[in-house]
């Protein structure tokens, strides 16, 4: 036969207190406690850092010319003096896309020479012309949009929205969005 020692039973029972009385909520001790509080702190400081940091880039973004003021919407595709070449040479790669580029109105003949694009009626086509990356330049057409359209004058830039619908730089580009830099 076992005998058991009350003094071992005492003993045994003053410890299981202990333990319990270090552990919080959940079975968990305070110093986990503490590296789980440490670890969420750090990681809320970290989003907030990376906010700050893509707030600054865009900032930058925006003071070069590269995006325009105001933000994009989701699934906009914003072409810069890098990119706006692949536009130019394969402009089928985005068809039934939404782009925003940054061009420079060119009236279409001699007596638009005078003509801002605020005089021409809606879905009236409007050609700019972008230069790329190098010595890459090209034009682009775009109905103007029935919203409200700023005084872009000749040789000025703007932002121009416009959903690719057939994949041509000259045709079948709806014109979203024309605003000035």
């Given at each position: 036969m076992t005998r058991y020692d009350d003094?071992?039973?005492?003993l045994d029972d003053m410890l299981a207190?202990?333990?319990?009385?270090?552990r919080g909520p959940g079975g968990v001790s305070q110093v986990g406690w503490l590296l789980i509080g440490v670890a969420v702190v750090a990681g809320i400081g970290w989003a907030a850092y990376t906010r700050v940091?893509?707030?600054?880039?865009?900032?930058?973004?925006?003071?070069?010319?590269?995006?325009?003021?105001?933000?994009?919407?989701d699934g906009v595709i914003v072409m810069d003096h890098d990119t706006v070449n692949d536009f130019?040479?394969?402009?089928?790669?985005y068809k039934g896309k939404t782009v925003e580029i940054k061009a420079t109105y060119v009236p279409l003949g001699h007596r638009f020479l005078d003509?801002?694009?605020?005089?021409?009626?809606?879905n009236d086509l409007a050609r700019f012309g972008v230069a790329g990356r190098g010595d890459a330049q090209f034009t682009?057409?775009?109905?103007?949009?029935?919203a409200d359209v700023?005084?872009?004058?000749?040789?000025?830039?703007?932002?121009v929205r416009f959903v690719c619908e057939s994949g041509d730089r000259h045709q079948g580009n709806r014109g979203l969005q024309i605003r000035r830099p």
């Open positions: 003094d071992d039973d005492d207190r202990r333990r319990r009385k270090r940091q893509e707030w600054r880039t865009d900032r930058q973004q925006v003071k070069a010319g590269r995006v325009p003021p105001g933000g994009v919407p130019g040479d394969w402009p089928e790669r003509t801002s694009v605020r005089t021409l009626l809606p682009f057409s775009v109905s103007v949009p029935k700023p005084e872009v004058r000749p040789r000025e830039d703007a932002w």
